[in-house]
Each structure stands twice: as C-alpha cells, then as structure tokens.
C-alpha cells in the first residue's frame, strides 16, 4: 500500500534529493523486506530509467508499480522520451477545433503510455482532471487541460482512451479539485470554500468523467473543503474519499494520496498518523511517507488495536491486486487466473519506442498551433542583447548553452544576459546608449515557489526596458496569465510571441516566427 520515492539514478553519490530518495540498501530493504508495493521515480535519462525499473522490480519479491509524474509525457522527467508542451495548450487549440485537440490529447496518451512501458513504468501519474479556473492558481497553472469544465472533461478523457492502447494505470488528480485555488499545497493547506453545489456543477465534472472513461485512478488533494469536511483535509476526510469519491461519484477504482510528505500534510500531522488517518479516510495507496517504516507499523498497530480493520485493508489489496493484474496479465486465460501476475517477468525494455517521428510530429503540430506571435524583429545596426529571465537557472532541463533560445540569438550577433532568482538587483539607471534588447521570460506555475510571483520581477524589468526605449521584442515561455498581464503594457509596435512550452522544440517554433527569416 506505499508507494516511497527512489531516484532515477542508478548509483547512490547520483542521489539529488537525500532527505526524499533512500540510498540503494534501504530502498532494497523495503523492497524485499517490508514489501512496498510502488516506486516513484524521478531523475536520469530515459535510458538509466530503464535499467532502473528492472534493477527495482529484481529486488521485489512481488511485482511492483512503477510511476512517475509525467503529465506532460515520459521527456518531462526523464531525458530522451517525448516532452509534450503543458496540457493548457490543447485547451488552446480546443476553442478554435475542438476535433483537433482531442485527438491530439489521444495521441499525447497513447504516446506517453508507449514510452513509459518501453522504459519499464506501468503507472502514470496523469491527467490533470483539476479546472484551472483561478490565474493566480501557483501549483495547478497550465497543467490543467483549460478553464472549464467541458473542455477538461473532454481533452481529460482523450488522454485516457489513448493511453489504453497499452496495459498501463493512469490517475486523475486532484481530488475533490486544486484548480481554484491560490496557495500551493507543497508549503501550506489551501482551503476551497465552496459548497456541494458548487462542487457538483464544475469541480467534480472533469472526476466523473475520468471516471466514466474507466481511469485507473484518483489521486487525493492536500485542500481543506469545509463543507465537506471541517477537520481534515480531503487525503485524511472519510467524508471525502470514501462519502464523495466512492459512494456518491461510484469509484471502485485505486484511490492514491498525493505525496505525504507535502507542506499541506507534513506540517500539520505526525508522518506516521498521516499514514493512518489516510487508510481511515479510505485511501489506497499512501505516496511518499515521510518514513514508510514507521508508516507501515503504525498501520499494523492500528489494525492491532481495532482502529482500522482487516476488512478495510484486505479491500485496499483487492484493488492493487487488481490494478497489477492489469499490467501484468499478457492474455485472457491468465487474466481470469487471479495471481498470474506475480510470476510475470517485467515487460522487454524497448528503447525504441521513444521519441518516434510520429511523437514528435505530434508535439510539434501541438506548438505550432497553439504558439501566438505578432510581428518580427527588425535588424538593427547596434548590438543587440538577449536578456533571458528565468526561475532558476542551477535546475533547468530546458536551457543548456545549445538551446535555441541562447544559440540562435547568438548567432546573429546578440549578447546574452541572463537574470533568475539568483540575481542581484541591477541598478536602475537609463544607459547612455540604448541596447536593443530581445526580451525572453520562461516562467510558468511551479511547486514549492509559495506566494513568490515571479511575473514582479518580469514586470519591473519590462518597465524598464519600456522606459528606456529598450524593448526590441518579448517572447515568453510557459505562462498565458503572465503575456495577459504583461501584453496590455506593449506599444503596438513591439513585436511578442508566446509559447505554451519551454522545451528547446517549443523554442524553435516561436523563434522561427519570431525573429525574420535572414536572421535563421
């Protein structure tokens, strides 16, 4: 019933993350001994995920579910697989043809589902089911499908039947809805102060649908909804998981917590009695316990001692039974043979089904007809600069001296200059000689960021750059809240493009429209 986090990195000194990622010993003891039942993996290229998953599943007495938070396909997490730009962007494409997103969607599903089988994950921490109707949302943002409820029930539901071209789980997160909310629940308890109503008619709409479409699983949220539960959040409310999700929208499905070891969680309970207040609420799978050793004997002592009962487990192990028997069982006479799965070898490693012309012809297609631009650069006989802000430029996948964000400005003669949270403070002082400066923002919602907008620090420096007639053009990355908020301040003469996604495919196909052809 726990899923514990390991790094994708196949050698301890590669460990990023010590407090979350065991090292090797540990992380096979639990695995043999303690009998986890799933891995979350993050770090490492496709590739080492590959070697990973089936040094993990040789260490596991019985097969194991291996995950990972790949929402926008397997190259989010792990280097060589497709990386799709962020859901949102088929919401985009979805108010001029609806048609075409979906069967984008469906491809993008069948596409991640293809290449996390091919590296030996069977669980896929997606779609995105939340309603992302709130622009300061911090942690939900463009990993939203859109805004509404019939465009996410829509694109949601694609994603799933494509993904069902393989024998692989899927989760729609996050339960009751994190969409419209303005807290980040990694750090603190958001509250969701809407009634069942409410609830009824847009939160739920997106769950039911999943639900309908026969997704595998639901991934709880760290939230507070008092007219559900005035005491526990939804991952430990009983009214919640088991009153809403089970009873009321008729799941019979995996429910998962998201990870216990969150802000939301952490800060608030006992890491061990968060464990067990989860399996009360009716939870099925605990993610990330803060010491899953301790999670696991406080379950059994609260089984001893008639808090939770045998029943109550023994249907939790039902339902992973069940969930494994999916990915397992190759053909139907095994699949009516209730245990068949636990002596099935991990399916062959099949490196190449990655990154397969097709994938990659569909993300490109999902860019360049959500990608927006007005205008191109014009030459200038001053030297240019290319000023680059980003969050944090120490943890970037997408921004390597070779991305085409730095490499093709270079090219044509353009300095660079780079500003992320890093950065002293410049002064602010109108230079003696103007620079021509191609402005380029790579900000979007991100996890542990808190109540920290990082769109200030693009508004000060666009000021500024406007004032001091600057400005040669502004392209952003990532955020359609932040080109609404910065868009408005343009002189209609400034040329500006956006871009759903930040990876370097995202960043051609906005420089290619960008910047004028002679440039290229």
């Given at each position: 019933?726990?899923?514990?986090?390991?790094?994708?990195?196949?050698?301890d000194?590669?460990?990023?993350?010590?407090?979350?990622?065991?090292?090797?010993?540990?992380?096979?003891?639990?695995?043999?001994?303690?009998?986890?039942?799933?891995?979350?993996?993050?770090?490492?290229?496709?590739?080492?995920?590959a070697?990973?998953?089936?040094?993990?599943?040789?260490?596991?007495?019985?097969?194991l579910l291996?995950t990972?938070?790949?929402?926008?396909?397997v190259?989010?997490?792990?280097?060589g697989?497709?990386?799709?730009?962020?859901?949102?962007?088929?919401?985009?494409?979805?108010?001029?043809?609806?048609?075409?997103?979906?069967?984008?969607?469906?491809?993008?599903?069948?596409?991640?589902?293809?290449?996390?089988?091919?590296?030996?994950?069977n669980?896929?921490?997606a779609?995105?089911?939340?309603?992302?109707?709130?622009?300061?949302?911090?942690?939900?943002?463009?990993?939203?499908?859109?805004?509404?409820?019939?465009v996410?029930?829509?694109?949601?539901?694609?994603?799933?039947?494509?993904?069902?071209?393989?024998?692989?789980?899927?989760?729609?997160?996050?339960?009751?809805?994190?969409?419209?909310?303005?807290?980040?629940?990694?750090l603190?308890l958001?509250?969701?102060?809407?009634?069942?109503?409410?609830?009824?008619?847009?939160?739920?709409v997106?769950?039911?649908?999943?639900?309908?479409?026969?997704?595998?699983?639901?991934?709880?949220?760290?939230?507070?909804?008092?007219?559900?539960?005035?005491?526990?959040?939804?991952?430990?409310?009983?009214?919640?998981?088991?009153?809403?999700?089970?009873?009321?929208?008729?799941?019979?499905?995996?429910?998962?917590?998201?990870?216990?070891?969150?802000?939301?969680?952490?800060?608030?309970?006992?890491?061990?009695?968060?464990?067990?207040?989860?399996?009360?609420?009716?939870?099925?799978?605990?993610?990330?316990?803060?010491?899953?050793?301790?999670?696991?004997?406080?379950?059994?002592?609260?089984v001893?001692?008639?808090?939770?009962?045998?029943?109550?487990?023994?249907?939790?192990?039902?339902?992973?039974?069940?969930?494994?028997?999916?990915?397992?069982?190759?053909?139907?006479?095994?699949?009516?043979?209730g245990?068949?799965?636990?002596?099935?070898?991990?399916?062959?490693?099949?490196?190449?089904?990655?990154?397969t012309?097709?994938?990659?012809?569909?993300?490109q297609?999902i860019?360049?007809?959500?990608?927006?631009?007005?205008?191109?650069?014009?030459q200038?006989?001053?030297?240019?600069?290319?000023?680059?802000?980003?969050?944090d430029?120490?943890?970037c996948?997408?921004?390597?001296?070779?991305?085409?964000?730095?490499?093709?400005?270079?090219?044509?003669?353009?300095?660079l200059?780079?500003?992320?949270n890093?950065?002293?403070?410049?002064q602010?002082?109108?230079?003696?000689?103007?620079?021509?400066?191609?402005?380029?923002?790579?900000?979007?919602?991100?996890?542990?960021?808190?109540s920290?907008?990082?769109?200030?620090?693009?508004?000060?420096?666009?000021?500024?750059?406007?004032?001091?007639?600057?400005?040669?053009?502004?392209?952003?990355?990532?955020?359609?809240?932040?080109?609404?908020?910065?868009?408005?301040?343009?002189?209609?003469?400034?040329?500006?493009?956006?871009?759903?996604?930040?990876?370097?495919?995202?960043?051609?196909?906005?420089?290619?429209?960008?910047?004028?052809?002679s440039?290229?």
């Amino acid at each position: 019933m726990l899923v514990v986090r390991a790094s994708g990195y196949l050698f301890d000194p590669q460990i990023q993350y010590p407090s979350w990622e065991p090292p090797g010993a540990t992380l096979r003891h639990w695995l043999q001994d303690l009998g986890v039942g799933g891995v979350i993996l993050l770090g490492g290229s496709a590739g080492e995920i590959a070697l990973r998953t089936q040094q993990l599943q040789d260490w596991a007495k019985i097969p194991l579910l291996l995950t990972a938070d790949i929402e926008e396909g397997v190259g989010q997490r792990f280097a060589g697989a497709t990386w799709f730009p962020p859901p949102m962007a088929l919401g985009a494409i979805a108010a001029t043809s609806l048609s075409q997103a979906t069967e984008w969607a469906t491809q993008m599903g069948a596409t991640t589902a293809q290449e996390a089988i091919a590296i030996g994950l069977n669980w896929i921490l997606a779609p995105v089911v939340d309603v992302n109707n709130n622009p300061q949302n911090p942690v939900i943002n463009v990993r939203a499908f859109g805004e509404t409820p019939t465009v996410v029930s829509q694109l949601a539901t694609a994603f799933i039947r494509g993904t069902q071209r393989h024998c692989v789980l899927t989760t729609a997160k996050h339960f009751p809805g994190h969409g419209d909310t303005a807290m980040d629940s990694h750090l603190v308890l958001p509250v969701v102060p809407h009634d069942r109503e409410r609830l009824a008619q847009l939160e739920y709409v997106p769950f039911e649908a999943a639900i309908a479409a026969h997704v595998d699983g639901v991934m709880s949220a760290h939230l507070l909804v008092p007219e559900l539960d005035r005491l526990y959040p939804a991952t430990l409310s009983e009214p919640v998981l088991t009153g809403e999700l089970r009873q009321r929208l008729g799941f019979e499905g995996l429910i998962v917590t998201d990870a216990l070891v969150m802000g939301a969680i952490a800060n608030n309970y006992g890491a061990n009695e968060a464990a067990v207040l989860a399996v009360e609420a009716g939870a099925d799978m605990l993610m990330m316990p803060a010491d899953p050793p301790g999670a696991i004997a406080a379950l059994c002592q609260a089984v001893q001692e008639g808090r939770i009962t045998p029943e109550r487990i023994q249907a939790s192990l039902e339902r992973i039974w069940r969930a494994k028997q999916k990915v397992y069982a190759l053909n139907i006479a095994e699949a009516h043979h209730g245990h068949a799965w636990e002596q099935h070898p991990p399916a062959p490693i099949r490196l190449d089904w990655l990154s397969t012309p097709l994938a990659y012809a569909t993300a490109q297609e999902i860019l360049v007809e959500s990608t927006q631009c007005q205008g191109t650069v014009s030459q200038t006989s001053l030297p240019p600069c290319n000023l680059i802000l980003i969050d944090d430029s120490l943890d970037c996948a997408f921004l390597s001296r070779k991305a085409p964000a730095i490499d093709r400005p270079k090219q044509i003669g353009y300095t660079l200059t780079l500003v992320d949270n890093h950065t002293p403070e410049p002064q602010w002082s109108k230079p003696k000689t103007p620079i021509p400066t191609l402005m380029q923002l790579f900000l979007r919602g991100n996890p542990f960021r808190g109540s920290a907008d990082p769109s200030d620090r693009a508004l000060t420096w666009l000021k500024w750059l406007l004032d001091t007639q600057q400005l040669q053009a502004l392209a952003i990355y990532g955020s359609p809240y932040l080109l609404a908020k910065l868009q408005p301040l343009l002189p209609p003469e400034i040329p500006y493009g956006f871009s759903y996604g930040q990876t370097p495919q995202a960043q051609t196909v906005l420089l290619s429209q960008l910047l004028p052809s002679s440039f290229a």
